[in-house]
């Protein structure tokens, strides 16, 4: 018993040591900061020790009172590093609404403790027009959509094409309400931009303001989108189902606020991107679609080699921008250096400052003959969207030295000697000044060879006719043979622009794209350039077009989109070709 007696003193005299050590403060919190004129606001005055008298509230001059005051008491104990910690709060809350519109202000409320008075900050609240709201203000699905909110933010709504952007989705919960479960029923699409996720660790609650209310909010997911054409853009939203817990108006018995759980679909607004077309003005010959800030450098692992030894030469981009959409400078090297594709090697990265890292081309050198050769110079262009302007940086000149090997064999042209020319009696003749006309013998018509092939010609010409009259009308009769010879005129003629373009990727690439497009305007008599690929998946599907066939037009469409900004050789180039021929071929015969 006596050390029962000793334990609860120390507790007694821990917990009125806290109390003590702690400052008496009162507190105002609002509800919101921002309501229409026929809008409700929920007020609390909260004083954080024990013993607070004589609670005045405000004169809430340009409010009506609709409710309260209601008192409520907590307090809890808590375990910290340096000891227990004892929290104390005594709240008196007001339900108020604004008799007019404007900057109204909530007063200062006192509270009389150990005979000193405290009082509170003013508060401001901006009160708007009137604002549609149910029949019933406690309706708990209108308090959920009050209080909860899905937002898309950008960091950039006009940004050039390949230059990188951002979007985050924000749930953002005030602290009304309570979020007890959440799902994503619809994922964002990013139709028109090269994109990839960032990834969050964990989900931290901050603070921040919503149309100037204090709310918490987490991040539920982050993108980079690099938008690869001009043009208006859309981000689809994102939906969520939301389980939320919503006051009901009701206290238990220690007067804490009796919650009621509601479900709701919530999703982020339509965001629209508008992306720079890349000026033209100082635009560099060799510029290849980078953009952001880079570094180029270009080097030899060895200088001074033997014949058949080999030597790397590095090409290497390194810096922040949009590194895996565009393609490294080519090296180009003396005919008697034979030189190996490059080896590619990457280390990149999507973080808070976008895609950073590095891109190197290692190309295997091997010399045949001795003699100093050079490697010329490479250069490298990019666009800056910061400096709004393109630069250009240039290596210098390398040089490989080869002391061993086959002397390479030249000829020497001066060797080559004049000759006289010979003159012989057959080399020039005088112009003749007379002929002498001889009358050729005429044959008769009658028995010639001639007359008897032309009076044979009809018996052999009518079995011929007679055939091929018969292969036309079996040829007519043959409607799938007519389709697929009908469909292949039509390649030729939708793909001829891509087909003279072949190896040169970004005009082959734009000609195959703007090829596929004709031809479903062509066929179905609609401009299907301006709208999205789901779109036209959904039109081809009305058309009753197999899905099979709708998925490889659309893949064609999506490579073509892609491959203007990536490494793509001669030999996909020609796949691509023949993936889009028989894709058409295809889609013809179901049209």
């Given amino acids: 018993m006596m050390k029962s007696k000793i334990y609860i003193s120390i507790i007694i005299c821990l917990l009125s040591l806290s109390f003590v050590a702690q400052e008496a403060t009162l507190k105002t919190k609002v509800s919101k900061n ?47 590093p340096s000891g227990r910690k004892v929290t ?28 000193k008075t405290i009082k509170s900050d003013p508060v401001k609240i901006i009160v708007l027009d009137a604002v549609e709201i149910p029949k019933d203000p406690n309706d708990p699905n209108y308090i959920a959509q009050q209080n909860i909110h899905l937002v898309a933010e950008i960091s950039k709504s006009r940004p050039y094409v390949g230059e990188g952007i951002y979007v985050e989705y924000r749930l953002y919960v005030s602290e009304n309400v309570s979020v007890y479960d959440t799902n994503v029923t619809e994922a964002p699409k990013y139709n028109g931009f090269w994109n990839q996720n960032i990834k969050i660790n964990g989900f931290p609650v ?25 043009g208006k853009l859309s981000i689809d939203p994102m939906k969520m189902d939301i389980v939320i817990g919503v006051p009901s108006g009701r206290t238990d018995f220690f007067g804490n606020s009796i919650t009621k759980n509601v479900r709701r679909e919530f999703a982020s607004a339509k965001k629209i991107i508008n992306p720079r077309a890349l000026p033209l003005e100082g635009k560099p010959a060799n510029f290849n679609g980078a953009v952001g800030q880079f570094k180029f450098d270009v080097a030899l692992s060895k200088e001074v080699l033997k014949a058949n030894e080999s030597s790397q030469v590095k090409v290497k981009v390194s810096g922040n921008g949009n590194l895996n959409l565009f393609e490294l400078p080519e090296v180009e090297t003396p005919a008697e250096l034979e030189m190996y594709q490059p080896e590619r090697k990457e280390s990149t990265r999507v973080g808070a400052n976008g895609i950073s890292g590095y891109i190197i081309d290692n190309y ?51 060797l ?11 080399n020039f003749r005088y112009i003749a000044t007379k002929t002498d006309f001889i009358t050729t013998a ?6 010639s060879t001639l007359f008897y092939i032309l009076l044979i010609l009809p018996f052999i010409a009518i079995p011929i006719i007679l055939f091929l009259a018969r292969k036309a009308e079996e040829r007519n009769n043959d409607v799938i043979g007519n389709k697929t010879r009908k469909a292949n005129k039509l390649v030729k003629k939708y793909l001829s622009e891509a087909k003279k373009q072949l190896g040169k990727k970004e005009a082959f690439y734009e000609a195959l794209e703007r090829a596929l497009h004709n031809y479903l305007k062509a066929k179905l008599g609609i401009e299907t350039s301006d709208i999205s690929k789901e779109k036209i998946t959904e039109i081809l599907e009305n058309k009753d077009v197999d899905k099979d066939v709708i998925s490889k037009f659309i893949d064609v469409l999506k490579s073509s989109d892609f491959a203007r900004y990536t490494p793509f050789t001669a030999t996909q180039m020609k796949q691509e070709f023949e993936r889009a021929k028989e894709v058409i071929v295809q889609l013809d015969k179901q049209l």
């Fill in 34 to 80: 921002k309501l229409g004129v026929n809008q409700r606001l929920r007020v609390v005055f909260s004083i954080n020790k024990q013993g607070g008298d004589n609670f005045t509230p405000p004169n809430f001059t340009n409010f009506k009172v609709v409710g309260g005051p209601s008192q409520s008491v907590s307090q809890s104990i808590s375990s910290t």
């Fill in 88 to 115: 104390f709060s005594q709240s008196y809350t007001y339900i108020i609404q604004p008799k007019r519109k404007g900057e109204l202000s909530i007063g200062s409320a006192s509270v009389t403790f150990n005979g």
């Fill in 206 to 230: 901050k603070m921040g303001k919503y149309n100037g209310e204090n709310y918490r909010y987490i991040v539920l997911q982050k993108a980079l989108l690099i938008p690869t054409k001009t």
């Fill in 364 to 414: 295997t050198v091997v010399p045949q003959y001795k003699g100093k050769y050079k490697i010329p110079s490479i250069s490298f262009s990019y666009f800056n969207p910061n400096e709004k302007k393109y630069k250009t940086i240039a290596t210098e000149d390398l040089y490989v030295d080869v002391l061993e090997g086959k002397e390479l064999v030249t000829v020497d042209t001066t």
């Fill in 416 to 426: 080559a000697r004049k000759q006289d020319v010979v003159i012989t009696g057959n």
């Fill in 442 to 447: 005429q044959k008769d018509f009658f028995k």
